[in-house]
């Protein structure tokens, strides 16, 4: 079996965040220095260069998959980065020049981004990642390349999206109280609401169901409970 | 001088959209044969490669400007296009054989789209377009490479974007009347509204602000006028 041929002039990087109750996660990885043992301090996005033979979605589930061992996510394409200058950091220089083939060629990458819940999940870094981790979105330091430009755009994306799209469906119980929906939107949006304002305005759309039910089993006074209708979402 | 040198790798794609009152229209080109005077009857999107020293925002203006004359146009990126196999017809292998340095390179386009008002646009194509024209996006031909499914792409963007932004800002009047914005949506959306029920989603909106006035010099029955609160959209 001969290796997969490289593209050098194109890369793919994942921006995969966490829902978690105090605000969203994402996951990054420590570089592995290669042989010259570099010292390289800076933390980034899962990414790397497509095969010549392989789309650019497929490509994007392969590295993640080989650097942080995340498999069987949907991922969507959220914005390419072309900048002729978006490898300008002299450690970015310093680490591409110890693994790479050709480390001053001019490289495009195409951010994906996902929103999972990380209990969900467990993480093997292998390839060139040392380490993989998942860091609050708020704690996240200067990265490798151009990688908080992604992860901002990433965000952006998130939060146009959740306009459009139900999408905590995924992430929340399948019945869930209006305390944690709160927190779903408070994490995405990262804004603060007022409890009886988010409940006025939730009870006001057509696609959060109030059920009949209570939670049970909890020391405090049970939250009634309630379920998405997917279908009259995508009507409005 | 010297001239740029070309990445054989990356292009761009313009989608440029006119609203008109009887729906979406696209620019397309027709494509000069090359020296082999080769016969090229594919329609294609105003697109080509990027220069190495050139941001893809830029790429995509100068390619725009170049193929067709327009220039000045807020171009969005849209989505990037990677399937190894997007350059598969025998028409585009032989016009790319006939006109570029590298045929059979692997070539990762990035689509961008704008929404014009075409009646503000010269039209002049140059370069390797003989020919620039607005076609009916319901009357769009089979295309070059993908470019069909560029199309749909940013068909769809523009969808999603009218529930964001209010996008008629720019292609109507400063003053409008309640059809002229109906036909907007409709355009878009690639729908058709009832006249009294847009009226009152439109009224019920926060955003679009009745004015004490109405049409003058028309010989109809004058209809009232509207402005758009560009403020008040963001806050929904």
């Not at 970015?92 to 999972?116: F, M, N």
């Not at 093997?124 to 992604?150: G, T, Y």
């Not at 009634?224 to 009259?232: C, I, T, V």
Request: proline share 5%; aromatic share 10%; charged share 30%.
């Amino acid at each position: 079996m001969t290796e997969p041929r490289i593209n050098p002039n194109v890369s793919v990087d994942c921006v995969i965040f966490s829902f978690e109750d105090d605000g969203l996660e994402v996951l990054l990885i420590e570089r592995n220095a290669g042989q010259n043992r570099i010292e390289d301090d800076l933390l980034a996005l899962p990414g790397n260069l497509i095969y010549e033979d392989e789309t650019l979605d497929a490509a994007a589930n392969r590295v993640l998959r080989e650097l942080t061992g995340l498999k069987n996510i949907y991922l969507e394409q959220v914005y390419t980065f072309g900048d002729p200058a978006r490898i300008n950091k002299q450690k970015d220089q310093d680490w591409l020049h110890s693994i790479r083939a050709h480390p001053e060629a001019r490289v495009i990458t195409v951010a994906y981004t996902s929103l999972v819940k990380k209990s969900n999940f467990k993480i093997s870094p292998s390839s060139f990642a040392r380490q993989a981790m998942w860091v609050k979105v708020k704690e996240v330091p200067q990265l490798a390349f151009d990688h908080n430009a992604l992860l901002e755009k990433a965000l952006e994306y998130l939060k146009h999206k959740i306009y459009i799209e139900p999408l905590g469906y995924e992430l929340l119980p399948e019945r869930f109280t209006l305390a944690q929906l709160q927190k779903l939107y408070e994490a995405i949006l990262d804004d603060h609401f007022d409890k009886r304002n988010f409940r006025r305005k939730v009870l006001r759309t057509s696609f959060i169901i109030p059920l009949n039910e209570k939670q049970k089993g909890v020391a405090h006074k049970p939250a009634g409970l309630y379920r998405f209708d997917k279908s009259k979402f995508h009507k409005i």
